[in-house]
T-cell receptor, first 114, second 116 residues
Framework: DQQVKQNSPSLSVQEGRISILNCDYT??????FLWYKKYPAEGPTFLIS?????DKNEDGRFTVFLNKSAKHLSLHIVPSQPGDSAVYFC?????????????FGQGTRLTINP | DAGVIQSPRHEVTEMGQEVTLRCKPI?????LFWYRQTMMRGLELLIY????????DSGMPEDRFSAKMPNASFSTLKIQPSEPRDSAVYFC??????????????FGPGTRLTVT
């Protein structure tokens, strides 16, 4: 039972256009949602997050939207740049005995074409 | 800060051998996590520690896997005996723990394990 799902394994976008990555979750107890970016041979790096009490968080070219009723979040990157080509993981967080436990989606490979 | 440090970066071993993966978390972080990434299962949490104490090891696949955190700056993940299906990339991550911003985890570069 996958609690966090990224249904698109890959996405290809033209440079300068908007990239939209999607994520669905099932557990309403999650209190934070995060996006991580991963380059080959490196560990995932934190990109942006959103609290469950908000519906939007923006940081430069990156915006995350949360729709709690639909249990859906999305990451918008605009404008997309070649350096954005990477695997993006959606993660959901729940507090458990003093630490935030993360559940990750399967990842979406984003390719930005020049 | 050097970030989370993992060693070795690559490990190739034969089935039946013992494998030990090492992690040094970011100084001052109170929570440490071990993950495994495979094509089939994605990134899955194996075990995590809070203040050096194991909190949740429900993700450890079987008794062949064990993890320790003898002090705040060092943790090991051991597989004994190793099997070909253990081949994966193993990540260690750490976070502040216990604060409002504790959800952000910092990952190491990973150890790519190949068991032949």
């Amino acid at each position: 039972d996958q609690q966090v799902k990224q249904n698109s394994p890959s996405l290809s976008v033209q440079e300068g256009r908007i990239s939209i990555l999607n994520c669905d979750y099932t557990n309403s107890m999650f209190d934070y949602f995060l996006w991580y970016k991963k380059y080959p041979a490196e560990g995932p790096t934190f990109l942006i997050s959103i609290s469950s009490i908000k519906d939007k968080n923006e940081d430069g070219r990156f915006t995350v939207f949360l729709n709690k009723s639909a249990k859906h979040l999305s990451l918008h990157i605009v404008p997309s740049q070649p350096g954005d080509s990477a695997v993006y993981f959606c993660a959901a967080s729940a507090q458990f005995q003093g630490a935030q436990k993360l559940v990750f989606g399967q990842g979406t490979r984003l390719t930005i074409n020049p | 800060d050097a970030g989370v440090i993992q060693s070795p970066r690559h490990e190739v071993t034969e089935m039946g051998q013992e494998v030990t993966l090492r992690c040094k978390p970011i100084s001052g972080h109170n929570s440490l996590f071990w993950y495994r990434q495979t094509m089939m299962r994605g990134l899955e949490l194996l075990i995590y520690f809070n203040n050096n104490v194991p909190i949740d090891d429900s993700g450890m696949p079987e008794d062949r896997f064990s993890a320790k955190m003898p002090n705040a700056s060092f943790s090991t993940l051991k597989i004994q005996p190793s099997e070909p299906r253990d081949s994966a990339v193993y990540f260690c991550a750490s976070s502040l723990g216990g604060t409002d911003s504790s959800y952000e985890q910092y990952f190491g570069p990973g150890t790519r394990l190949t068991v032949t």
